[in-house]
C-alpha cells in the first residue's frame, strides 16, 4: 500500500527532495573533510613562548650592546647602574633575559627574596608580563632610589626594591626575581631559576 | 573605428546607456569611498614593485657583515634600490590614508544616516572592508622583521592568546604556531599578499555592485526638483564624462600628495629600528591601533575574572572586549535606527540629536584613548586618564545632544513662523 498525505498526495520522496537531500548530505561530506585542516593550519608545535633554561652555576655576559657576549665585572657596578644580561652560551632564548640592578642593599624591603642578592645585586626576569616587551630601566639621575623598572610598550611601572611589585600599569605580576650572587673573581654567577612565572599571564 | 568593431561584438552601447549613465550626486563628501579605492589601486602597484624583491624568510643572512633575518635584509636591500624607499613610502602612505578615507566615508555614512533601509548590506560590506583593509595593515607590520615588527606582532599574538575559551587555538592558527615562530612570516605573507587583497578586491566590487544597483543617497534639496519632473530618478552627474573626470583628476591629485609626502616625510625606517634584539625602544603603532594601544595601557593589571571557565584577562579586556564591542555597536546601528520604508535622501546631521551626539561620544572616545597612548610622555597616571576618558566622552555626548536638541526645535519654530 502507498502511503498518502492528507491531501492524498503520494508521500514518497520527489526527484527534487532527493536532489536537494543529496547535494546537502554531499556538503555535508565535504566541509567534514575540510575540518580536519583546521588541526593543521594551527600547529601545536612548540616554536615560541617562554621556557627559560637559566640554572644556577650560570655566569652572566651582556646581552647587548660592544660587550655583548663578554663577562660582567661587579667592580663596574655602582648603586643606580642597571643592565640588560643573558647566562652565559645561553643567549639564544629570549626567556632566559634577565634585568640586573645594583642599589643599595639597605633598600630592599619585601618581597624581594634578600637570599637571592648579594651586594645590592638584584635580578628580575626582563620579559613584561603583559605582553612580552622587554623591560627597561628608567634611571633618576638625581634621587638613585625613585629610579624604577618599566616596560616601554604600555608603561608597566615595577619597583625593584620590592620584588618587582607592580606599582602602575596593566601588568598582572610581579616579574620573577632570579638569585644572583659576585663569585670570587668579581665575575657574576646565578644562584637559582626564576622565582616565578615569567612572560605574559595568558 | 576601433570602437565600431567592438560595439558591433559586446553592444557597448546597452552597457553605456545602462551604466557609463548612472547618475553620481555631486558632493565632495561623497568623494571619501573613492580615495580609499584609489589608495588600494597605489598600494596593490606599489605592493607588486616590493613583492617582486621581497623574501619572506626568518632564516639568517649575511647582510653588510652581520647576521639578520632574510626577510630583514631584503627590505634594506629594497630600501637600496633606486626610489626603493620611495616606494615603500608611498605603500605604507597609502595604507594610512586608504584607512583614514574609509573612516571619514563610514563617519559620512553614519552622520547622514545612509545606512538606512535599504542601505544596511552596504554598510555591512563597509564595515567589513574597514576590517579586512586593518587586517592587512596589520599583517603588514611584521614583513620588514624589524624590531619594531617583532614587537608589535608580538603584542598581538599575546592579545590573540588572550582571547577567552578559544584563545590558545586562535593565536596559533593566525600566527602559525606560537611566535616567533618560523612560520609566522610566511603565513603573513601569504596573508598580505595573496588572501586580504582577493578579500578585498572582493568585497569593493560587492560594495560597488550594491550601490549602482540601490543608487546613491541624494540631498533633500532634489527632491522638489524631482517632484517637478516627475521622476524616480536620482538626480546628479554622469559617470561618464563628468564624474570620470572628476575621479581621473582625484586619483592623481592624491598621487601627487602621496608621492610628496613619501619623498619628504619618512616612514619605518627599518634601519634605525635595526633587525629584532633583546631591547623594546619605546614606540607606538601607527595611529589607527592607538585607540587599542592607549587602551591597553589604562587597564589596571589587577583587573581580571573568571567567566564560564576561562580567565578574562586585562590584555583581553583592552584588546579583544574594547575593540569587539565598538565593531558590534557598527554592525548594530542600522538595526537599531531603522526606517520602515526605504530612504534615499541625506538626513540633515543637526536634526537628529540623538544620533550625532552619539557619533560624536564615539569620535571623542577614540580620541581619548588616542590620547591615552601617550601618557608616559603626559605623565598621567592611568587611573586619572581613564577617569578623564569616561568623563570627556560623556561630557561630548551630553552638551552635543543638548546644543542639537536646542537648535532643531529652534529650527521647527523658524519653519512654523515661514508657514
Not at chain 1, 655576559?61 to 657576549?69: E, H, I, K, L, S
Not at chain 2, 615603500?88 to 545606512?115: D, E, G, N, P, Q
Request: hydrophobic share 45%; with cysteine; glycine share 8%.
Amino acid at each position: 500500500m502507498v502511503e498518502t498525505d492528507s491531501e492524498g498526495r503520494d508521500k514518497k520522496v520527489t526527484r527534487r527532495q532527493f536532489a536537494r537531500g543529496f547535494v546537502l548530505a554531499a556538503l555535508a561530506a565535504a566541509t567534514g573533510s575540510l575540518l580536519s585542516f583546521l588541526k593543521l593550519l594551527a600547529p601545536s608545535k612548540k616554536g615560541g613562548g617562554y621556557v627559560a633554561t637559566v640554572a644556577a652555576g650560570d655566569r652572566l655576559v651582556y646581552a647587548g650592546g660592544n660587550r655583548q657576549g663578554s663577562l660582567l665585572k661587579a667592580s663596574e657596578f655602582k648603586a643606580g647602574d642597571a643592565v640588560l644580561v643573558y647566562p652565559e652560551g645561553k643567549s639564544g632564548n629570549e626567556a632566559n633575559l634577565v634585568q640586573l640592578i645594583r642599589l643599595e642593599e639597605s633598600e630592599f624591603k619585601a618581597p624581594t627574596r634578600k637570599e637571592l642578592t648579594d651586594q645590592g645585586f638584584v635580578a628580575y626576569s626582563a620579559i613584561c608580563t603583559h605582553l612580552g616587551c622587554i623591560v627597561g630601566w628608567i634611571k633618576d639621575k638625581k634621587d638613585p632610589e625613585a629610579s624604577y623598572i618599566e616596560c616601554p610598550c604600555h608603561n608597566s611601572i615595577f619597583n625593584p626594591e620590592q620584588g618587582a611589585r607592580v606599582m602602575g600599569g596593566p601588568a598582572p605580576i610581579p616579574l620573577a626575581q632570579i638569585g644572583v650572587k659576585v663569585s670570587a673573581d668579581g665575575t657574576l654567577v646565578f644562584t637559582s631559576g626564576f622565582s616565578g612565572p615569567i612572560g605574559p599571564q595568558v | 573605428m576601433i570602437a565600431k568593431w567592438f560595439d558591433e561584438r559586446l553592444d557597448l552601447k546597452k552597457f553605456k546607456e545602462k551604466f557609463l549613465n548612472k547618475a553620481f550626486p555631486a558632493h565632495p563628501t561623497f568623494l571619501f569611498g573613492e580615495i580609499a579605492l584609489f589608495s588600494f589601486i597605489t598600494l596593490v602597484i606599489t605592493g607588486i614593485f616590493l613583492g617582486l624583491f621581497y623574501e619572506p624568510s626568518t632564516g639568517q643572512v649575511s647582510l653588510f657583515g652581520a647576521m639578520v633575518p632574510a626577510a630583514y635584509a631584503s627590505v634594506v636591500k629594497i630600501d637600496l634600490l633606486p626610489m626603493g624607499v620611495i616606494i615603500r613610502r608611498i605603500h605604507h602612505w597609502s595604507a594610512m590614508i586608504m584607512i583614514a578615507a574609509i573612516i571619514a566615508h563610514l563617519a559620512r555614512v553614519y552622520f547622514t544616516s545612509a545606512y538606512r533601509k535599504p542601505r544596511e548590506i552596504n554598510w555591512l560590506i563597509g564595515l567589513s572592508l574597514l576590517a579586512v583593509t586593518l587586517g592587512a595593515a596589520f599583517t603588514g607590520y611584521l614583513l620588514p622583521y624589524s624590531q619594531f615588527s617583532v614587537t608589535a606582532t608580538s603584542i598581538a599574538y599575546y592579545i590573540a592568546k588572550s582571547v577567552p575559551w578559544a584563545g590558545d587555538w586562535i593565536s596559533r592558527l593566525l600566527f602559525n604556531g606560537e611566535f616567533p615562530a618560523h612560520g609566522t612570516v610566511p603565513r603573513f605573507f601569504f596573508l598580505h599578499v595573496m588572501l586580504i587583497p582577493i578579500g578585498l578586491i572582493t568585497l569593493i566590487g560587492a560594495h560597488l555592485l550594491v550601490l549602482v544597483k540601490q543608487k546613491h543617497t541624494e540631498p533633500k534639496a532634489n527632491s522638489k526638483r524631482k517632484a517637478a519632473q516627475g521622476g524616480r530618478r536620482l538626480i546628479g552627474i554622469p559617470v561618464w564624462p563628468e564624474q570620470s573626470y572628476i575621479s581621473v583628476s582625484l586619483f592623481f591629485f592624491l598621487l601627487f600628495v602621496v608621492v610628496l609626502m613619501a619623498t619628504y616625510i619618512p616612514l619605518n625606517p627599518i634601519e634605525r629600528y635595526g633587525p629584532p634584539s633583546p631591547v623594546t625602544p619605546v614606540m607606538r603603532p601607527d595611529w589607527y591601533f592607538l585607540p587599542i594601544y592607549g587602551f591597553l595601557k589604562l587597564i589596571p593589571g589587577d583587573l581580571s575574572f573568571t567567566l564560564l571557565g576561562s580567565k578574562i584577562t586585562p590584555e583581553a579586556i583592552g584588546g579583544v572586549f574594547f575593540p569587539g564591542i565598538l565593531a558590534l555597536i557598527l554592525v548594530a546601528i542600522p538595526f537599531l535606527d531603522r526606517a520602515s520604508s526605504p530612504q534615499n535622501y541625506i538626513e540633515n546631521p543637526l536634526h537628529r540629536p540623538f544620533m550625532t551626539s552619539s557619533g560624536i561620544a564615539g569620535a571623542m572616545l577614540l580620541f581619548m584613548t588616542t590620547v591615552s597612548g601617550y601618557i608616559d610622555v603626559l605623565h598621567i597616571a592611568p587611573a586619572s586618564m581613564a577617569i578623564y576618558v569616561v568623563v570627556v566622552t560623556a561630557a561630548a555626548w551630553v552638551v552635543s545632544y543638548l546644543l542639537l536638541r536646542l537648535y532643531s526645535r529652534a529650527a521647527k519654530k523658524g519653519e512654523h513662523v515661514k508657514s
